[in-house]
């Protein structure tokens, strides 16, 4: 019987050192995958939309206020993903103007299937479609460090958040974007947002944003 339990608590012990050392390996690997990635697709994109601005008229003062408190390394690095994504919605919505087409009309509709599809696999993940549920699913205590927020309000009803900073609008600003492609850019990008508020049956109203100046983007989703 001393054997027996002798050998359970070494199997636990053992257990708890391997877990402890894969949590710390993949935190490390994660620290210099992010930090590289980020650094090298940001620097790449940003220089690439700075050249395609380069003899754009730009507007000579902008109403738009978006600089980050939290500078930590690793938030920095997610951030840098962020503005890469911003990017990719920014160039195609160029070229899509290039081609005679309009950016709302074809950049929203995606955006918000693209907002549906995630909404869904969140309720999937958290096993609830209540607005408590989306909280605690999507705007997580990381998702808060990297866009700065406050939640101001949280029932299985409504949801109330107050967003400080946005990388998405740091890349536009970046990339020599005018206050009213940052603002279009802005009303494209939350489509996502309004497709998790109908996913989880509920609604979204976008009561200020940082894209169109003001202090906060305050994003308030209701049943």
Same mark, same amino acid.
């Given at each position: 019987?001393?054997?027996?339990?002798?050998?359970?608590?070494?199997?636990?012990?053992?257990? /708890?050192?391997?877990?402890?050392?894969?949590?710390?390996?993949?935190?490390?690997?994660?620290? /210099?995958?992010?930090?590289?990635?980020?650094?090298?697709?940001?620097?790449?994109?940003?220089? @690439?939309?700075?050249?395609?601005? @380069?003899?754009?008229?730009?507007?000579?003062?902008?109403?738009?206020?978006?600089?980050?408190?939290?500078?930590?390394?690793?938030?920095?690095?997610?951030?840098?993903?962020?503005?890469?994504?911003?990017? #990719?919605?920014?160039?195609?919505?160029?070229?899509?103007?290039?081609?005679?087409? @309009? #950016?709302?009309?074809?950049?929203?509709?995606?955006?918000?299937? %693209? =907002?549906?599809?995630?909404?869904?696999?969140?309720?999937?993940?958290? =096993?609830?479609?209540?607005?408590?549920?989306?909280?605690?699913?999507?705007?997580?205590?990381?998702?808060?460090?990297?866009?700065?927020?406050?939640?101001?309000?949280?029932?299985?009803?409504?949801?109330?958040?107050?967003?400080?900073? %946005?990388?998405?609008?740091?890349? #536009?600003?970046?990339? =020599? %974007?005018?206050?009213?492609?940052?603002?279009?850019? %802005?009303?494209?990008?939350?489509?996502?947002?309004?497709?998790?508020?109908?996913?989880?049956?509920?609604?979204?109203?976008?009561?200020?944003?940082?894209?169109?100046?003001?202090?906060?983007?305050?994003?308030?989703?209701?049943?």
């Amino acid at each position: 019987m001393a054997e027996d339990m002798t050998d359970k608590m070494a199997d636990k012990m053992a257990d /708890q050192m391997a877990e402890q050392m894969a949590d710390q390996m993949a935190d490390q690997m994660a620290d /210099q995958m992010t930090d590289q990635m980020a650094d090298q697709m940001t620097e790449q994109t940003v220089k @690439e939309m700075a050249e395609q601005k @380069e003899n754009k008229p730009r507007s000579r003062h902008s109403i738009v206020t978006n600089e980050p408190s939290i500078k930590n390394p690793i938030i920095q690095a997610v951030r840098g993903q962020l503005e890469q994504r911003a990017a #990719w919605l920014y160039l195609l919505c160029d070229e899509a103007g290039k081609r005679g087409l @309009e #950016w709302k009309d074809f950049g929203s509709a995606a955006i918000k299937r %693209c =907002g549906l599809s995630q909404g869904n696999d969140l309720i999937k993940t958290g =096993g609830t479609n209540s607005l408590t549920g989306l909280r605690k699913t999507l705007f997580t205590k990381p998702a808060q460090w990297v866009f700065e927020m406050k939640i101001r309000k949280s029932t299985d009803k409504v949801l109330a958040i107050d967003f400080h900073y %946005c990388p998405l609008v740091k890349a #536009w600003q970046k990339a =020599g %974007c005018t206050d009213e492609e940052i603002a279009d850019l %802005c009303d494209i990008a939350m489509c996502g947002d309004h497709g998790i508020g109908e996913a989880y049956g509920g609604k979204l109203k976008l009561l200020k944003s940082i894209a169109k100046g003001d202090e906060v983007c305050r994003l308030y989703y209701y049943k």
